[in-house]
């Protein structure tokens, strides 16, 4: 820690030139600071690298008290903590791993006002002991990182963080921030609602990384493709993200026999060794990380030139969150998904025997994912509206964009699926709206009285195939949603007004008109 004085200015600007050693905020930080100022609860989605830390770092640098850091990872949080210390700010992070003198001297530190940020883990939190000893310190405020783990919607549900709603049951007065990098559109509902907040204020930052280009190849000889990749980008750093430990371990192997110098990580490996691997990646003495998901939550390395997949993710929202290790410095860097249907057939298996109570769910984000590998659209835009947020243009920047698809005009057929989306009143699922848009008289379209509708076989003209590539391309870009609340209704997307009442033009393209990737 350092021995100068803590400031007292007003300006959270001053906060962040001191303890940070920046000039000015990025995007949005500020307005999320006033608003916690002002003691409003506040949700904010943020990409990864983004620069959510000081959004609640500075109001707890800036209010009397102690600011209670609920995290869901040890690593992240001792992390966290020592870059506090090495920027001066005095803070500590508390879990059922230390003993319990070691616990006692942090309570007595923030009982004395010492401390101005405490980390700590949700079981710990939500014990009767130390629910106690949070009322009897002076709390500035509540933050909840990673708030996504709060909902079942999203990607990486943790059922302790349920019972965060104890916080505002037993603390009405303090405000609460949620953060996360990570949460579509009914996560993010579903975050302020499970914490209990009142009419929070809700920062969305822009997912739009434009430095990072997209890329799909096909799934086969993978390794060849690698080889290749990796001869044009001669000591750059890299990680290669796969599916199991054992082929992290295999990748490597095989990338070192080529003489790339490459190293793996996953879970099963000790933590020394974890921790040494990781330390050797970040020094640039390791180029090529050949790793699990496990590797990066975190990871704070600025000159990461790309990402590929040697496997395709579960789900956009753990594909998003991966790619953006690459580029946190601005500058250009390249994404690669290699994709093929075995892998999406492997998650499936995977996921039938395992049988969560959540399968249709997860199943439905694998299918986006899928969905995204297949897309004749650009990549961005599938992205970007998964996260509801729109892009106007084709990004430019995607395999998509570079190669442009045929396409025709689709609006008519975009217009038909809607009406019929609206005339059944945004109940039905994919299968059942294509029966009733080809006038099929199954039992399903008879006993609904579908068959009364006014677009009923209004597309009869097209295969059962097309229709559901064509609506899948129209999810893609916005046009319609899938409500994985209501049985995989589909409903009117972010543009499906401009569609139906406008004149937005859709392009779609035809479904046999197959894309071709090779390296
Ligand atoms: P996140 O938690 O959103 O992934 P971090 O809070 O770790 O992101 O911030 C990412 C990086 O950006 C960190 O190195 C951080 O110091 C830096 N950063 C944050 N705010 C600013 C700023 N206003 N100006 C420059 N760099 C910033
Ligand atoms: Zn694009």
């Known amino acids: 820690m350092t021995s100068e004085a803590p400031i007292r200015s007003q300006n959270p600007a001053d906060y962040l030139k001191r303890y940070y050693g920046y000039d000015v905020f990025r995007p949005m930080q500020e307005d999320i600071i006033q608003s916690i100022l002002g003691g409003r609860d506040t949700v904010v989605l943020m990409p990864t690298g983004g620069g959510k830390s000081v959004c609640f770092q500075i109001p707890a640098l800036m209010l009397p008290g102690v600011t209670i850091v609920v995290s ?33 001297d942090i309570e007595e530190d923030a009982l004395s006002g010492k401390l101005k940020l405490l980390y700590v883990s949700p079981e710990k939190l939500l014990t009767e002991s130390f629910l106690h000893f949070l009322k009897r310190i002076k709390i500035s405020l509540f933050a909840i990182d990673e708030a ?17 709603n104890i916080l505002k049951e037993q603390f009405p007065d303090i405000p609460t921030i949620a953060l996360t990098a990570t949460a579509d559109k009914l996560t993010r509902q579903d975050i302020s609602q499970r914490l209990g907040m009142d009419d929070p204020a809700v920062f969305v930052a822009s997912f739009n990384r434009t430095n990072l280009s997209l890329q799909v190849l096909p799934g086969q000889n993978r390794i060849q493709q690698i080889f290749k990749l990796l001869q044009q980008k001669p000591d750059t750093s890299g990680i290669i993200y796969c599916l199991s430990r054992k082929s992290t371990e295999s990748l490597a192997a095989k ?46 390395k600025s000159n990461v030139r790309w990402v590929i997949h040697y496997n395709m993710p579960k789900n956009i929202e753990g594909f998003y969150q991966e790619i953006g290790r690459a580029g946190r410095d601005g500058a250009a860097a390249q994404t690669v998904l290699f994709y093929s249907f075995a ?19 997860q199943l439905a984000k694998l299918e986006r994912m899928q969905q995204y590998a297949d897309a004749h659209t650009c990549r961005r835009q599938i992205l970007l509206s998964y996260f509801s947020e729109e892009l106007s243009e084709p990004c430019g920047n995607c395999d998509v964009c570079r190669d442009p698809r045929v396409t025709f005009d689709g609006t008519i057929l975009a217009q038909k699926a809607l009406s019929a989306i609206v005339r059944t009143h945004e109940r039905v699922p994919m299968n059942l709206l294509i029966d009733i848009l080809r006038g099929s008289r199954s039992q399903q379209v008879l006993q609904g009285g579908f068959d009364q509708i006014k677009t009923y076989g209004a597309g009869r003209d097209l295969r059962f195939e097309d229709w559901r590539n064509y609506l899948h391309q129209l999810i893609n870009i ?42």
């Not at 059922?96 to 003198?101: A, C, D, F, K, V």
């Not at 003489?259 to 020094?283: I, K, V």
Request: with cysteine.
């Open 478 to 519: 916005g046009v319609i949603e899938v409500a994985y609340d209501q049985h995989y209704a589909l409903r009117r997307g972010i543009l499906a007004d401009q569609v139906l009442y406008g004149n937005r033009r859709i392009d779609l393209v035809r479904p046999d008109d197959a894309p071709k990737a090779v390296v």
């Open 343 to 361: 892998d999406v057939a492997t998650y499936k298996e995977m996921l039938a025997e395992n049988s969560p109570a959540n399968l249709g769910l």
């Open 72 to 104: 869901p990872l040890i690593a992240l949080m001792k992390d966290q903590v020592g870059a506090l210390h090495m920027n001066g700010i005095s803070a500590a992070y508390i879990n059922s791993t230390q003993h319990s003198r070691e616990q006692r």
């Open 255 to 300: 990338l070192q026999e080529k003489g790339f110098n490459a190293a793996f990580y996953h879970a099963g490996m000790d933590p020394t060794d974890r921790s040494r691997t990781q330390e050797a990646f970040l020094r640039d003495d390791v180029r090529i990380m050949c790793a699990t998901i496990a590797f990066g939550m975190g990871i704070d």
């Open 148 to 164: 996504h783990c709060i909902s079942s919607w999203g990607h990486d549900f943790r059922p302790e963080y349920t019972q965060l």
